[in-house]
């Protein structure tokens, strides 16, 4: 079975920080591009970061670069995103997909059938 397992979601306050992780089974993970994505109450899907297979490359949305770190153990089967000085604007649900690892457009994300329930961040005092 195809599975993607996000945890680590929480609440946080501004400029707090928060370790999200997704396991995945029961498809190939190594040679698979990651990329992290979010969406928030009353907004569309928004790609966040992106990482190629081996995890020498990494790419980010502007609004989260110098402050999120998007990292894989591929021993583990596992995606990570490290989310420091989070802010309000930060609150939303978290899901990983087998997508980029560049930017992925939001047309490919309205589209994509997402494999996991997600976790939820929440940032507020």
């Known amino acids: 079975q195809v599975q993607l397992v996000e945890s680590g979601g929480g609440l946080a306050q501004p400029g707090g920080s928060l370790r999200l992780s997704c396991a995945a089974s029961?498809?190939?993970?190594?040679?698979?591009?990651m990329s992290w994505a979010r969406q928030a109450p009353g907004k569309g899907r928004e790609w966040v970061a992106g990482?190629?297979?081996?995890?020498?490359?990494?790419y980010y949305a502007d609004s989260v670069e110098d402050r999120f770190t998007i990292s894989r153990d591929n021993a583990k089967n596992t995606l990570y995103l490290q989310m420091n000085s989070l802010k309000p604007e930060d609150t939303a649900l978290y899901y990983c997909?087998?997508?980029?690892?560049?930017?992925?457009?939001?047309?490919?994300?309205?589209?994509?059938?997402?494999w996991g329930q997600g976790t939820q961040v929440t940032v507020s005092s």
């Open positions: 997909a087998p997508l980029g690892p560049r930017k992925v457009p939001i047309t490919t994300l309205a589209n994509f059938v997402l």
């Open positions: 990482i190629n297979s081996d995890g020498s490359a990494t």
């Open positions: 029961g498809f190939t993970f190594s040679p698979s591009a």
